[in-house]
């Protein structure tokens, strides 16, 4: 079975410090992999993708993913949080069936 | 250029009742999903469209719920016969094609079933 697994329900951080969100996935052939935010009352924004290529990807708002096939992991990265990255994120996988399979999302609470 | 639009935004109605909500996906996106995001959950896929072929229903929770897409372009997700537990944000988004490289959400509505 395709699945996406972000193992915290929240992670905080203090404003300036690095931040990492985790995300596992499980899929048959090569994954697609998103990241999405979601801020308060709004709906999801992309940040985020691995098609192919360096497994380093970069995003917006300075966010950054490290794909790694033989830890099946997708962890969202930024070098230095800002309190206004506090947000809903979610792990997203492309299933075989071209569905985006989500995550149940990480809460980031950012703190001055 | 506009994104995706969603109506309405808020939506509370009484048990038993049926409800409509209406999506507006960005221009020339062939793709369209709906999803449903319960409180302390994560995104549960519903249904999609791409362009002529036959929707995929298989995330449908049950048959009170369906989905159309006019024209190509508006969607409108029904349920029928409402409980408490269908209360929830609502989300849709469209891509240019089922590849989902980038899907764009809409802002979401919040059903409350009373």
């Known amino acids: 079975a395709q699945s996406v697994a972000q193992p915290e329900d929240q992670v905080n951080v203090a404003e300036g410090n690095p931040l990492t969100v985790k995300c596992t996935y499980s899929v048959s052939g090569n994954p697609y992999l998103f990241w999405y935010v979601q801020y308060p009352n709004r709906g999801l924004q992309f940040l985020l993708k691995?098609?192919?290529?360096?497994?380093l990807v970069k995003g917006s708002y300075g966010f950054e993913a490290e794909f790694n096939k033989s830890q099946t992991s997708f962890h969202l990265k930024k070098p230095s949080a800002l309190v206004s990255d506090s947000a809903l994120y979610f792990c997203?996988?492309?299933?075989?069936?071209?569905?985006?399979?989500f995550g149940t999302g990480t809460r980031l609470q950012v703190f001055p | 250029g506009a994104g995706v639009s969603q109506s309405p935004s808020n939506k509370v109605t009484e048990k038993g009742k049926d409800v409509e909500l209406r999506c507006d996906p960005i221009?020339?996106?062939?793709?369209l999903y709906w999803y449903r995001q319960s409180l302390g959950q994560g995104l549960e896929f519903l249904i999609y469209?791409?362009?002529?072929?036959?929707?995929?229903k298989s995330g449908l929770p049950s048959d009170r719920f369906s989905a159309e897409r006019t024209g190509g372009s508006v969607s409108t997700l029904t349920i029928q016969r409402t409980q408490q537990e269908d209360s929830a944000v609502y989300l849709c988004?469209?891509?240019?094609?089922?590849?989902?490289?980038?899907?764009?959400f809409g802002p979401g509505t919040r059903l409350t079933v009373t």
């Open positions: 997203a996988v492309l299933g075989n069936t071209d569905k985006l399979i």
């Open positions: 988004a469209s891509s240019f094609w089922t590849g989902n490289l980038e899907q764009y």
């Open positions: 469209f791409q362009g002529n072929s036959a929707p995929d």
């Open positions: 691995y098609i192919t290529g360096d497994n």
């Open positions: 221009s020339g996106h062939t793709a």
